[in-house]
Each structure stands twice: as C-alpha cells, then as structure tokens.
C-alpha cells in the first residue's frame, strides 16, 4: 500500500506562531506516519507579495524551517523543500498560465479578497494575481492528493483541480490527480487584539519562538469582553479572544465548560481566564523555544536538512514535469 501524497506549504515572510500550531503544524505531525507528506517554504510565493523585501523573504526560509523542526516535523519522515530551487514549480507554473484566463484569476475568492484588503486595484503584482497558478504547479508536481489548508485557500484548491480537469481533457488522458482540501476544524485563530487574522505583521501574534515575557505580555493585553467591567457582570465568552485560544489549546476541555459556564453568569474575572490561558500557552511554547534555540545553533544541519529535501523533492517533481510535457504532446529534445 502506497500511503497517499500531502503537500503543504507556508509562505517565507516570518517565524511561524500559534495559530499555525492549532491550525497545521499539530496535524502535520500526525501525518507524518499515515501520509507521504512534503513541506513547501513557499519562497517563491512569498515574493508575490514581498518583492520589496527579498531580504525578510530569504531569511524567514531559515525561521520556518526551524519552526517546522522545533515542533518535531521529523526530515526522515517528512520532506521539508525549498520552492525556489525547483524548477519543475516554475516551469509548470508557465505551462498552467495557458490553462486559465486573467478573468478567472480575478475572480478566484481568495485573490479577491487580498486585492481588497492591500488596496492593490489595478496595481497588483502579476506574480501576485498569477500565484493561484503556481500553486496549482505546486500541489500537482507532487501528485498530491491531499491539501491541508485553511479555510480561506479552499478557492486556491479548487482552481488548480480546474486547472488539472483542462490539461487532463487536453491530454486525453488522467495524467495528473485532483487534490482535496482538508480544512481544519479548529478554523482560523484571531489575533490577541480580537482582529479576524493573527499575523505577525499584524503585530498580534505570538511567535512559537515568544520568549516567557511576550507570552505573559500579549495575553495580559488579549481582547476579552469590553462590557466585561467588573468580576460580578456576566461576561461574552463568543468573539472572546481568551476563550477562543482556550477552545484550541487547552486540554481540560470539561473544566473549561464549566468555567464559560461561570463567566457567563457573573462572577469569574478576566485576570482568572488569563492566568489559565497564560499557563497553557507557557507550557505549549516552552519546549518549542528550547528546541529551537539548540537547533539554531547548528545552520549547517538545518541548510543539510533543506538540501537533502529540496533534492528528493527535484526527482519527484521533475518527473511529473516530464509526464506532463510528454501528456500533452509537446516537443521533446
Ligand atoms: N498559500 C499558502 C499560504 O499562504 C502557502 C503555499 C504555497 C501552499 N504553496 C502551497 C499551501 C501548496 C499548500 C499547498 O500559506
């Protein structure tokens, strides 16, 4: 029995946090026995929109590695790539931008919404606006049939199977899957500060690298209830940032229902829910911090670890670059 193909990736724009834990990282580690699973440090993705900042681009490959290591992605198990260095991703990438119209880019969910929230208008990067595209290269040049993502890149998961349907029919024949999106059922984690998205441009992330002092500090500052003002009142635990961090991290979940319970009723303060939060975070991140700090000390392992699967990610992908080509027909030298 073959297991069956994962790939996943982060864009290289910063040092992975919290809500990547709850999010991917916890099920990555799952799979890595189950499933044949890859792990993309989008670089290359990254750049769409950081073209201003390669510098931030090519150091954060070094910071999500380390991340990836220090939550205990295990290289013997799971191979970690480095998107620029394969060049079957970009030459598949050219090939797909024939297999999709410009209309079709701007109306794909995600894009969208990126174009609105950047004020991009009419000045996006093509590279950007293009990037649904060079994902599809990414998830079919590992003939992956699983992709863990969140919610917001379903979109991104059904263009590339749109993508794949157009060459299949093309070539006549099914030389390339279509993958499945495998959406968490955590969701999205909000930032500290209650905003829909935690990012560490948003400054309202905590980084799985935080030291004991930024822990305590961000959920010190965390959004609870703002009509929440004294112990007596009852409190919202809906939109309530701590309660949402402890649905996703803590692991009394029973001693949590009842504590909601109480919170809505009136009598149990937002310094009580804080210190419980405060003391699962400490615990969660604690070892990651250990770890990662013993792995940064030795580059060279990490650079070896990046080659040795950016090498075993070459032969995969150059292969189905050839598939491909040879599928559709066109010359071959
Ligand atoms: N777009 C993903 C993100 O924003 C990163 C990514 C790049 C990716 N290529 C991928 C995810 C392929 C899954 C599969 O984090």
């Known amino acids: 029995m073959t297991r069956p193909t994962i790939l996943t990736g982060d864009r290289t724009t910063g040092p992975l946090h919290i809500g990547h834990y709850a999010g991917s990282l916890a099920n990555r580690l799952r799979y890595q026995d189950s499933h044949e699973q890859f792990l993309l440090l989008a670089d290359t993705q990254a750049l769409t929109d950081n073209a201003h900042d390669p510098e931030k681009v090519r150091r954060s490959v070094i910071e999500v590695a380390l991340d990836y290591l220090a939550v205990g992605i295990d290289p013997a198990r799971s191979t970690i790539c480095l998107q620029s260095h394969l060049p079957?991703?970009?030459?598949?990438?050219?090939?797909?931008?024939?297999?999709?119209?410009?209309?079709?880019?701007?109306?794909?969910?995600?894009?969208?919404?990126?174009?609105?929230?950047?004020?991009?208008?009419?000045?996006?990067?093509?590279?950007?606006?293009?990037?649904?595209?060079?994902?599809?290269?990414?998830?079919?040049?590992?003939?992956?049939?699983?992709?863990?993502?969140?919610?917001?890149?379903?979109?991104?998961?059904?263009?590339?199977?749109?993508?794949?349907?157009?060459?299949?029919?093309?070539?006549?024949?099914?030389?390339?899957?279509?993958?499945?999106?495998?959406i968490p059922k955590a969701g999205r984690l909000p930032g500290v500060d209650g905003k829909a998205k935690m990012s560490k441009s948003g400054g309202n992330a905590i980084a799985l690298s935080a030291s004991p002092d930024e822990i305590r500090r961000a959920v010190r500052a965390m959004f609870t209830d703002p009509d929440h003002l004294r112990v007596e009142d009852p409190g919202r635990v809906e939109g309530n940032v701590v309660f949402t961090y402890l649905d996703a991290f803590d692991p009394d979940q029973e001693g949590l229902a009842a504590l909601k319970a109480q919170y809505r009723r009136g009598g149990l303060g937002d310094g009580k829910?804080?210190?419980?939060?405060?003391?699962?975070?400490?615990?969660?991140?604690?070892?990651?911090?250990?770890?990662?700090?013993?792995?940064?000390?030795?580059?060279?392992?990490?650079?070896?670890?990046?080659?040795?699967?950016?090498?075993?990610?070459?032969?995969?992908?150059?292969?189905?670059?050839?598939?491909?080509?040879?599928?559709?027909?066109?010359?071959?030298?």
């Open 88 to 182: 079957a991703l970009a030459e598949l990438s050219m090939l797909y931008l024939n297999f999709v119209t410009v209309a079709r880019l701007e109306r794909n969910p995600t894009i969208k919404d990126e174009i609105r929230a950047r004020g991009f208008g009419r000045d996006i990067p093509a590279g950007f606006l293009c990037y649904p595209a060079a994902q599809a290269a990414d998830i079919t040049a590992f003939k992956a049939t699983i992709v863990p993502v969140g919610e917001d890149q379903a979109p991104l998961i059904e263009q590339s199977n749109e993508i794949v349907r157009r060459i299949n029919a093309t070539a006549g024949r099914a030389v390339l899957p279509e993958a499945r999106a495998v």
């Open 273 to 333: 829910i804080k210190a419980r939060l405060e003391a699962i975070l400490q615990e969660l991140v604690a070892p990651i911090r250990d770890r990662r700090a013993k792995l940064a000390e030795d580059r060279a392992y990490i650079f070896d670890v990046i080659r040795e699967g950016t090498q075993r990610a070459r032969e995969r992908t150059e292969a189905t670059k050839r598939d491909v080509v040879s599928a559709l027909g066109l010359f071959e030298l």
